[in-house]
């Protein structure tokens, strides 16, 4: 089982930027789709990125521009760049992990059963 961890959460203001990392233990994950997904309160959860083994992504279209999903596959970390801030963008930011294929330049091109999950890291963006 891959035991998710995330960190690099934070308060900032509009336009500014926070990189997410989220370290996976456990069975090697460089076999699986990893993806971050966010909530926000009253709201249903969303995918906003997901990346392949091969490294083909694909962004949620309110993210797409401002943020960046990558992954060291030798670290076993995910990483998810995120630039451009905006208050709509407060929600807490989960990492999960999955099999299945990501497709790029398709909307909700991620074909991933999501086995596993972190606890999240909390994003706050004020105006």
């Known amino acids: 089982q891959v035991q998710l961890v995330e960190s690099g959460g934070g308060s900032v203001q509009t336009g500014g930027s926070l990189r997410l990392a989220c370290t996976a233990n456990g069975v090697t994950d460089n076999t699986m789709a990893m993806g971050w997904f966010r909530q926000a309160p009253g709201k249903e959860r969303e995918e906003v990125a997901a990346i392949d083994t091969d490294g083909t992504t694909n962004y949620a279209t309110c993210v797409k521009g401002r943020f960046t999903v990558s992954r060291d596959n030798a670290r076993n970390i995910l990483y998810l760049q995120m630039n451009s801030l905006e208050p709509e963008d407060t929600a807490k930011y989960y990492c999960?992990?999955?099999?299945?294929?990501?497709?790029?330049?398709?909307?909700?091109?991620?074909?991933?059963?999501?086995?596993?999950w972190g606890r999240g890291t909390q994003v706050a963006v004020s105006s």
């Open positions: 999960a992990a999955g099999v299945g294929r990501v497709l790029a330049g398709v909307v909700s091109g991620s074909f991933v059963e999501w086995r596993d």
